[in-house]
């Protein structure tokens, strides 16, 4: 058994790289992480940020990023 089947993940990738979602078009020059994006979305509406919520925007953002075609 590998360690990427005994861990769960499928994708063969290690943990420490986030997944890359490529947006041409949506995404600016510079990457952002899926963290940054709920962060900005709950201001907007007016959530207003308690503690875990850098926490858990860190961790997001750790788990997937946007990026534009390159």
């Known amino acids: 058994m590998s360690s990427a089947e005994s861990t769960g993940d499928r994708s063969g990738k ?3 790289e986030p997944r890359r979602v490529r947006l041409p078009g949506f995404i600016n020059d510079e990457d952002i992480g899926l963290g940054d994006v709920a962060k ?7 959530i207003k940020p ?21």
């Open 40 to 46: 900005r979305a709950t201001s907007i509406v007016g």
């Open 50 to 70: 308690c503690g875990g919520c850098s926490e858990r925007a860190r961790w997001l953002n750790n788990r997937m990023v946007f990026s534009k075609r390159r």
């Open 14 to 16: 290690s943990r420490g």
